[in-house]
Each structure stands twice: as C-alpha cells, then as structure tokens.
C-alpha cells in the first residue's frame, strides 16, 4: 500500500525528529481502540493511559496529518460558538458545565508541554482584533460573559492599545486573553504521541479503520490486521470519511489555508508583534496569524466549504496578508498548503455513543487546538465511569445541514457569504 506523507506545510519541515512506527498487521487485543492520532485521539489515549487502560491508536497516515499538525497553532479558548449560544440551548445546568469547562483545554495543553517536555514554540497571550463597532460591542459583551464562569485574565483593548501589540491600522480594537498564545501545531502532536509510548501506549500509523464490527466487543478492521477492543474512540475528525454514516450526515469537511513567509529579520518581527501574541481577527471568515518559533509570519485564512483543495493558495490568502501588513509587499512565501476541519450546523462539538462502547468527538468547527484537548479528558472520564461532563457535550442538539448531501455545500457557502457582507458592511 502507498504510504501517506505529510503536506508540504512549514510545520512539516521543522518537525521535531520521530521514530518510524509500525503498520498493523495481524490481531491485537486492548481496553480501548482510538481511531485518529490528532489531538483529540493523543489527548483521549494520554488520559486513558495516565488511569491505566490499555491503549492502541490507529491513525491512516502519520501522527498529526489532519487538522492536528496544519492549523494555525493558536491556542483559543471557548468553543466555535460562545457559551451565550450554549445558554440558549440547553438547560442551566448543563450551560454551567459547559461555560465552566470552556478555558480548562488551555490548561490542559499547557500541563501536558510542562508534563513531558514538549519542544513545540510555546507563547503566552491570544488577541481578538475588532474591525466594526459591532464586532467590538460583541468582545464587551463577550468579556462579561466569560467573567461569569470566571474567566478573568482578559483585557479589553482601545484602537491605541491594539496597535501597540500589532502593527497594522486594520483594527478599532480588541481583547487579549493571556491563557490564550500559541504553539507549533505538528510539534505538539509528535510530543504528545511520543508521551502516550512513554506510557506504553501504541501508535499503528499508515493503518485506517476500514470497518467496525459492532457488539459487546467491537472489532476495529485495517486493510491488515484488527483490534479487539472493550471500547472504540472515533477522533478521525474530518479526514474519517463515510466509515460511521450516521455522524456523517450532520457534519461537512471544509478546507482552510494558510501560508509562511520566509524568516523575517528579528527588527522587522519585532516591529509587526512586538510582544509575540498570536492574533484572529472577528470576521464570520476570520484572518488569523502569529509568528513562528524561527520568526516566519504564519497567516491563514479562506474557508473553502465541502473540502476541495484551491489550485492557488498564495493567490487566495496573500492579498490578506498584505491588506494587514503592507509593509511585507517584498517578503517571500515558502510554505502554502491546506487542511481540512469539520463543520456542524451549530459550530458546536459532535459528541456522543454509538451503542455502549463506542463514543465520538468531532466537528469542533475550525476552532479546536484546545478543544480537543479538554475532549481527550472528558472522553476519558465517561470511560472511567464519571460521564458528567462527557454527557454534557453529549446533550448539544445537531441537525443535518440544509440541502442535503448534495446541496449542502452550496447551501452552507451562500450562508457564510451572507455573514461575510454583514462584516464588511459592518452591521
Ligand atoms: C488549516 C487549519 C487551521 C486551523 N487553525 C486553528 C487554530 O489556529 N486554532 C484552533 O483552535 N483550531 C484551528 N483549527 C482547527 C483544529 O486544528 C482542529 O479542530 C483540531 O486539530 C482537530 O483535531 P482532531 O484530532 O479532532 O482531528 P485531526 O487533527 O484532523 O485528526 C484526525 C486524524 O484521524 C485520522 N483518521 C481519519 N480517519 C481515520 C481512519 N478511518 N482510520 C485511522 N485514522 C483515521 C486522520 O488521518 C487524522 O490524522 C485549524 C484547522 C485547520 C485545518
């Protein structure tokens, strides 16, 4: 079988060095299979093993080739739609558990990096940036919210404050959360995947879940082998494909791009993000850029829904880049490439059972480093037997989208570009 690499992306070509890992071939019996080695399939394998369960990961390609080991790299906290969203939705109860949990996947990243030495970047201090009046009045009223579940690290910013942490006139102001910051994506993936083999924990890479056989002791089928397992965790995200049609049908793969330009002189970084935080900008299809650990201007940006990938991604995410920063009109771009997150209706997490032994989490919507962090833990305790929190994911209603299989991706890009004017008009 051809073996799956990497994408050609910047974090590719300075990961940290790894071991190869082995295929699976023949039959292995553990607690508990995890299907997918992103964050979220580390982050569920570290806890479970950290509580002394059996662990054996499947991953199609390598360790963090999905979203894991592309994205951005910012560390932030909250869920793709805010807890006010959540109030509205389901109980009190629930709300407060959920609002309560919304910063502990920052926590949790940053104990893990602390834990096992991870050698990823990492950056203290996040920025929301307002381009409107409206989006500004929305981080108000956002900073209260988060202080009534008490998040309580955050600053709001005037236009002059803004432009003191980043130099462009884009901005009327913004709100820094120093529990936010970043890190290089693909280099915590390899850490914590060296961490869950420290525990004894194994990685099978180029080995997808092709078929799960159901019942009271489901069977995880590769082209090569099967794992017997007492549980199944299915972390494939959007990279899963069709192998569980029934989750399939309430989420849609979407496609984002991001770019690195080549190393900047230390003077002319500094002059750009003085103090080094990362930033995203609150528009419906959001810029978001940082700096790399070696001074490279990393920006993302672009949504393309239904997952296709652009044949030109400079040509679609520089023009962004140079609307920020006019002043890099001459630097080079040595890195482009996209990855695909996981879209729900309500750009809230898709979490739940198939039966009693198989849970999922996914579908955390383009907003997941820290997430997914907090759902390794969370999945981890319903295992355990203390399913509070987990059901509290779980009880967050989903639909499909409008449209269908077949209209949904017109349908979702109509509406997203609807959203995309509201910003630019400004109301
Ligand atoms: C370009 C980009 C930029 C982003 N930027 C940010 C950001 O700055 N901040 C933020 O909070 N979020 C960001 N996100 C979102 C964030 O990266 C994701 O929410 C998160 O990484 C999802 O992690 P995951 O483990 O659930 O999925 P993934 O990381 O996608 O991992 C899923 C893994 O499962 C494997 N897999 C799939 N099917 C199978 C199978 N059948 N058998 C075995 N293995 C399988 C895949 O190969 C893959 O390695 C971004 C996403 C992208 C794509």
């Known amino acids: 079988m051809a073996h799956t690499v990497y994408p050609q992306s910047y974090y590719a070509a300075s990961a940290n060095p790894v ?22 399939g580390l982050s569920t394998a570290l ?21 894991s080991g592309r994205n951005g790299g910012q560390i932030v906290n909250s869920y793709s739609r805010d807890i006010d969203v959540i109030e509205r939705t389901v109980e009190p109860k629930q709300a407060q558990l959920l609002g309560q949990m919304a910063f502990e996947g920052g926590r949790i990243i940053r104990e893990r990096i602390a834990k096992y030495n991870i050698q ?32 309580t690290q955050l600053e709001l910013m005037d236009a002059k404050r803004i432009r003191e942490v980043v130099a462009t006139d884009s901005y009327i102001g913004g709100m820094l ?19 869950v083999e420290s ?76 103090q ?58 040595d890195y482009a490439w996209t990855g695909n997150f996981l879209l ?19 579908g955390c919507s383009g907003h997941g480093v820290t997430y997914t962090h907090l759902a390794g833990k969370v999945l981890a305790e319903a295992l355990r037997g203390q399913a509070e929190r987990f059901d509290a994911f779980a009880g967050l209603p989903h639909y499909p989208f409008p449209g269908g299989q077949l209209f949904r991706v017109p349908f979702t890009a109509m509406g997203a570009w609807y959203y995309s004017l509201r910003d630019k008009l400004g109301f």
Request: glycine share 10%; net charge negative.
């Open 120 to 151: 990823c970047d990492l950056k203290d201090g996040g920025v929301f940036a307002a381009v409107t009046d409206k989006q500004m009045g929305h981080l108000e009223a956002q900073k209260k919210l988060w202080e009534r579940y008490g998040h």
């Open 276 to 333: 080094d935080y990362c930033i995203e900008d609150c528009n419906y299809l959001l810029d978001y850029y940082r700096l790399s650990g070696d001074k490279r201007l990393i920006f993302g940006g672009g949504v393309v829904y239904g997952a296709r990938d652009p044949a030109d991604i400079e040509a679609i995410i520089r023009p962004n880049l140079l609307k920020t920063f006019p002043q890099l009109k001459d630097v080079k771009i």
């Open 47 to 67: 806890f479970l093993l950290e509580s002394g369960f059996k662990v054996s990961v499947l991953e199609a390609a390598k360790v963090g080739f999905g979203a």
């Open 199 to 274: 525990l004894g924990g194994v990685i099978y890479e180029q080995s997808p879940a092709i078929r799960i056989e159901r019942g009271a002791n489901p069977v995880v089928h590769t082209p090569q082998g099967r794992i017997k397992a007492k549980f199944v965790v299915v972390a494939g995200n959007a990279y899963l494909g069709n192998l569980i049609p029934e989750l399939a049908a309430k989420s849609m793969p979407c496609g984002t791009q991001v770019i690195t330009t080549e190393p900047l002189s230390d003077e002319l970084a500094k002059s750009l993000l003085p």
């Open 344 to 362: 729900t209706l309500s750009r809230l997490p898709q979490v739940g059972r198939l039966g009693d032994n198989i849970y999922y989490s996914q």
């Open 19 to 40: 071991p190869p890992r082995p295929e699976l071939n023949g039959e292995v019996e553990t607690d508990v299979c995890i299907i997918g080695a992103g964050y979220t």
């Open 177 to 195: 959360d120093m529990s936010g910051g970043h890190i290089h994506p693909l280099n915590l993936a390899l850490g914590e995947a060296a961490a």
